[in-house]
């Protein structure tokens, strides 16, 4: 009788068979049996049935052997162990406990057999114990390589997720706290970095008596003061830890004490000035101070897609809740069905005014059980590059939370203010003389402060040059940091800046970039041309190149700094790196961007902007039409106008 192909047999947790019909409860023997094949493989009859039943003569074993596998061809009407010797587990039965076909797949929760006791069976038993030791440490391998994998290709969350794994299954293991340690120091949260240490060194030192190995020290060191990371043979200086993210916030004392004034009096707080002036440090700073915040940004390619920022702002927010163990009610879950497809089918377009409004109700829902489960600020980066669809939904769900005394849910947005839409730009300054919010220009800093700031980089000799790189660096916090990237990557820091005057802000990021290898460049270029829609996938294939010279080229782009998460440090970068890519290769790489876009299932809209780019204007077109069908068939007819005008 023959093998069904449905059957899934289930070791972790409590054994038993799942397939077509009702699951079969395995009895402990068959359990063990079954567990004994599927993870050491074949097993000659003699063997299983001296192990199953240790005190029996070896008739009486495998005759009770015979009876087992008897039973178990009834229960699941087929063969799933070969009626031959020696006995093997039939390829058609799936089994949860074998390592993952894929290096990306988790491996599943649950504890070998639990519950089987094999007392009778000690040598069974002994096998048991290890293979339960061997799961868990596999286990734990693969929770750790996932966590370097996702830091790799720039997903922190992802990573620090898995680095949480490791520790739940081994919470003993100084490489998964390193990686926590490492992960949180990277995501901004210098503070949540050092109390990750400390969990660390409790740990240890209640269960072993012992403090933490010199390398988890050093680490924590580096976290604390901004030390350099030690340097790799071969290649560039190192770049210090401190010079991604200073110890220290110079210069911002009065703009600190008004947004405390603010924060007490329950207003929202948004920051404008020029890009690089320091807007996302002082907000990630004083609300990491003050709240337990979620952190949100637009993206540049935001505004070719309706709704585009919201579904990624959403997307994080469930995975926010679902790691408090919150969920959001069901018909909040059906109203974001119409822009996060993984949530069901959308419950159809936004045929009235009554529709938009109920959906974007279920937003501002969300965030009142995000506040309910801890979350009490929120946190907006580079809202210049919101989208028109979510920047209205954004300013409904802002002006209700500012009214609702019951979620006082504060928020900060940041923006260059000289990109920022006319009409968004006049809501905030309204709110702002109402007395409602404060919104504050920040103005470049003074010189004093930049060399304050430079001085506290743990960068050796670099106090020789602050006031000079002060000076130079015109009040922008972010020139000064890549003044001294360059300085400390050419190796001038001992020699001072030159006499001439130095490269500009825009040779500087350009010249960053020209200190990579090929295969890194062509992936930054990849990465300046995608954007929004980057992944470590779609830029393989953008550039034509094996899986993993791209995953080598990411880790010196980290290793450069210039990337954090799954995207530039700073807008500024990517504005560089495509700016300097020759036209006509620009050209071709928007062209790939768009057939590797169309292949994956990308926004059409982002697709038509990639054509346009390309100098395609025939597919553009098609792409914008394509993108107005799908507006209208999700949202209301405004949002499907544009593409119908541009097309």
């Known amino acids: 009788m023959p093998a069904s192909p449905n059957w899934t047999l289930h070791l972790l947790g409590a054994p038993r068979l799942a397939g077509a019909t009702v699951p079969v409860r395995l009895d402990r023997r068959t359990a063990a049996l079954l567990a004994l094949l599927a993870i050491d493989g074949p097993q000659p009859r003699s063997r299983a049935a001296g192990l199953l039943w240790p005190d029996s003569p070896e008739k009486t074993a495998r005759a009770n052997l015979r009876q087992l596998l008897r039973r178990l061809r009834e229960a699941a009407a087929g063969d799933l162990v070969g009626a031959g010797d020696p006995l093997e587990l039939s390829p058609a039965v799936t089994v949860d406990a074998r390592d993952p076909a894929s290096p990306d797949a988790a491996w599943p929760d649950g504890r070998l057999l639990d519950g089987v006791d094999l007392d009778e069976a000690p040598e069974l038993a002994e096998w048991l114990a290890g293979a339960r030791r061997s799961l868990d440490a596999a286990r734990l391998d693969a929770a750790l390589a996932a966590a370097a994998r996702l830091e790799a290709a720039g997903q922190l969350g992802a990573a620090l997720a898995q680095a949480q794994r490791a520790l739940a299954l081994e919470p003993l293991s100084e490489e998964a706290h390193r990686r926590e340690i490492r992960l949180r120091y990277l995501g901004g949260d210098r503070a949540a970095a050092l109390a990750a240490y400390e969990r660390c060194r409790a740990a240890l030192r209640d269960a072993l008596g012992v403090e933490p190995s010199p390398e988890t020290v050093r680490l924590a060191e580096e976290v ?3 030390r350099r990371v030690p340097a790799r043979s071969g290649g560039p200086a190192a770049l210090p830890l401190s010079v991604t993210r200073p110890p220290a916030l110079a210069g911002r004392e009065r703009e600190w004490a008004l947004m405390e004034e603010a924060w007490a009096a329950g207003k929202g707080i948004a920051l404008g000035g020029a890009p690089g002036v320091g807007k996302s440090r002082l907000m990630q700073d004083f609300l990491s101070t003050h709240a ?56 159809g377009p936004l045929a009235t005014e009554a529709d938009r409004v109920r959906f974007w109700n279920a937003k501002l829902e969300a965030m009142r059980v995000a506040f309910r489960a801890g979350f009490d600020a929120l946190g907006f980066d580079d809202t210049q590059f919101v989208d028109p669809a979510s920047a209205a939904a954004g300013a409904y769900v802002l002006e209700q939370l500012l009214r609702d005394a019951e979620t006082p849910l504060r928020t900060v947005h940041c923006f260059r203010t000289a990109e920022m839409a006319p009409e968004v730009l006049a809501h905030i300054r309204a709110l702002a003389e109402a007395g409602r919010a404060l919104y504050l220009e920040l103005e470049p800093l003074a010189d004093d402060a930049v060399e304050e700031l430079v001085r506290s980089l743990d960068v050796p000799g670099i106090e020789r040059v602050a006031a000079e790189v002060a000076r130079y660096a015109g009040g922008s916090p972010l020139f000064a940091l890549e003044t001294v990237k360059h300085l400390v990557e050419t190796g001038a820091v001992e020699r001072g800046i030159p006499d001439r005057t130095p490269p500009r802000l825009e040779a500087l990021l350009r010249a960053r970039f020209d200190r990579l290898s090929a295969p ?29 010279d791209v995953a080598v080229g990411w880790s010196e782009l980290e290793a450069a700094q210039l990337v954090r998460g799954a995207a530039f440090g700073h807008d500024l970068l990517a504005e560089a790196v495509v700016a300097a890519t020759p036209a006509p ?8 961007a768009a057939e590797v876009l169309a292949a994956t299932g990308g926004a059409p809209g982002r697709i038509a902007a990639h054509w346009e780019r390309a100098g395609d204007p025939v597919r553009a077109d098609a792409c914008r039409r394509e993108a107005e069908s799908v507006a209208r068939a999700t949202l209301l007819a405004t949002e499907a106008a544009g593409y119908f005008r541009a097309a």
């Not at 408090?324 to 996060?340: D, F, I, K, S």
């Not at 992936?523 to 034509?544: I, K, N």
């Not at 290769?585 to 790939?592: D, E, K, P, S």
């Open 224 to 226: 604390a003061r901004g």
């Open 292 to 347: 337990r915040p979620l952190f949100f940004e637009g993206r540049p390619g935001d505004r070719a897609v309706p709704y585009g920022t919201h579904a990624r702002t959403f997307r994080e927010t469930l995975g926010a809740l679902a790691s408090a163990g919150a969920a959001l009610p069901p018909w909040v879950r059906t109203e974001l069905a119409r822009m996060l497809p993984e949530l069901g089918p959308s419950p």
């Open 520 to 548: 890194a460049l062509q992936l930054a270029r990849a990465l300046g041309v995608l954007g929004t829609d980057f992944t470590l996938e779609r830029a393989a294939a953008v550039v034509e190149a094996r899986a993993m």
């Open 585 to 592: 290769l620009r050209g071709f790489l928007h062209g790939r």
